[in-house]
């Protein structure tokens, strides 16, 4: 499919594409979109028909049975946006993630964007993650700079706007955070555990107040990005190699499923990907398939 993107932002290699995919848990894929520009983080909508993703600054919406191509979704004067948004459980709001560090709501439909985030004394910048299953508040990660020190924690924020509820006080960077879909949990990676800089694994805390932190991951891959499924049966996250430093993009990866607690983990897909393959959530409704988007080179 032929579809001209923005061209700002993140660049492909010659001859790489970006391919928008759906997985079940049987391991079953599907490709429904492949162009020559990188396109991110696809969210499923609640209702199930359409898949969301991020490209050259602006968001997108196509039909889950591709049916048609993608659609540009009006943010208003927001033209710098990342990969970092998220579906209201209603479907009427999409929250985004800015390049000027704030976030902002927009209509599913389109229109005038409502920055969300406050103003801060000293550099704050918001990195949307989650939506409570209620709606009504969004956890993100914050990078703070105050002097020489650099903290990335895990925030709360009312969707509304509202003041911002720290549940993370930690040195080492976080980030993913999401809610569980009964709202207890919120499920993020951290490098708490980590032997090196760089090294994240899975853990999950109360939603409340950060408080019963479990680690969920302890091998030797670098785990990202945990996603809970609408039913609460399976989390999926992104696996890098031992040895990544972060989450970049380009390199084999694996998409792993375990259960919400940490056990019975598996393989379900492996692939060239990272960086933008599976930055939000992206279970459909049914909790039996999610998308991804993976990143191969020409052969």
Known sequence: MTFAFPRRGRTLAAGQRSELTVIDLQGN???????????????????????VFNAGGCIYRMPTDASAGPEQ?????????????????????????????????????????RRVSNEHSTPFHYYLHGISPDGRTLSYVAVEKK???????????????????????MSVPNDGPEYSPDGRWIYFNSELAASQPGHAQIFR???????????????????????????????????????????????????????????????????????????????????????YVAYPLST
């Open 147 to 169: 002097g020489p020190e650099r903290r990335v924690n895990v925030f709360t924020i009312p969707s509304a706007g509202g003041p911002d509820l720290q549940l993370t006080h």
């Open 205 to 291: 805390m109360h939603s409340g107040d950060g408080s019963g932190l479990e680690q969920l991951t302890f091998d030797a891959c670098v785990n990202w990005f945990p996603h809970v499924s609408p039913d609460g049966q399976h989390v999926v996250f992104l696996s890098y190699p031992a040895g990544t430093i972060g989450h970049p993009a380009d390199k084999e990866v694996k998409l792993r499923l375990m259960t919400p607690d940490g056990d019975d983990q598996r393989e379900l897909v492996s692939f060239f990907g990272g960086q933008g393959t599976i930055n939000v959530n992206s279970w459909a409704p049914d909790s039996a398939r999610l998308a």
């Open 29 to 51: 894929k599907e490709v429904l979109l492949t162009v020559n520009a990188a396109i991110e983080a696809p969210n499923w909508s609640p209702d199930g028909k359409w898949l």
């Open 73 to 113: 979704i009006d943010a208003g004067r927001l033209i710098d946006l990342n990969n970092d948004h998220v579906i209201s459980p209603d479907g009427s709001t999409i929250y985004v993630s800015s390049d000027d560090g704030h976030i902002y709501a927009v209509p599913f439909s389109g229109g005038a964007p």
